[in-house]
């Protein structure tokens, strides 16, 4: 019977997620005092005799609402990095709460920023921190801003280097 080989406990751990800048509480403020308004439009209008107005404010009303919850759904997103002495593991979280795991050996794990300057706003293309090794290639951080872009590469390699120094370490005792 062959004995399971434990992983090593991870040395360091990152969690990123998209940035968004109004709490949840923040939206309720929003939402009531856009309500409030509109009603006050929407009374104006109707004492006007222009009734119908009444539905397109309540209608404008509904997709705002709806459009936050989408952006704050999509504000679930989690990708969680971490190493010990063998391997990098990201693990993806969608907005729905489905995970996706990858793994690289750290040995031969290699961390690109591409293009490794921060493009121009009015750039097509976007930056990139892709991450690969053995023909395999990740991109993390594909939500976060570009001015994070790099600082989040620099942050992957760090932890990347601490790992090699941890197991090159342990070969050496």
Do not use: C
């Not at 309540?58 to 010990?84: D, H, M, P, Q, S």
Request: net charge positive.
């Amino acid at each position: 019977m062959a004995q399971k080989q434990s992983k090593s406990q991870p040395l360091e751990r990152l969690t990123i997620w998209p940035h968004r800048s109004l709490s949840r509480k923040g939206f309720m403020v929003l939402i009531t005092i856009l309500a409030g308004l509109l009603s006050t439009i929407g009374v104006g209008f109707f004492l006007a005799g222009a009734w119908p107005v009444i539905g397109f404010l309540g209608l404008e009303l509904l997709v705002v609402w709806g459009a936050f919850n989408l952006n704050y759904r999509a504000a679930k997103v989690r990708e969680t990095i971490e190493t010990n002495t063998e391997t990098l593991t990201i693990k993806h979280t969608n907005e729905r709460g489905k995970s996706a795991i990858t793994e690289f050996p750290v040995g031969w794990l290699q961390i690109h920023l591409s293009p490794s300057v921060t493009p121009d706003v009015s750039a097509r293309y976007r930056q990139r921190v892709i991450l690969s090794s053995h023909g395999r290639k990740a991109e993390v951080g594909a939500f976060l801003h570009p001015a994070e872009k790099a600082k989040l590469s620099h942050e992957i390699d760090g932890m990347v280097s601490r790992s090699r120094a941890a197991r090159d370490k342990t070969f050496q005792h």
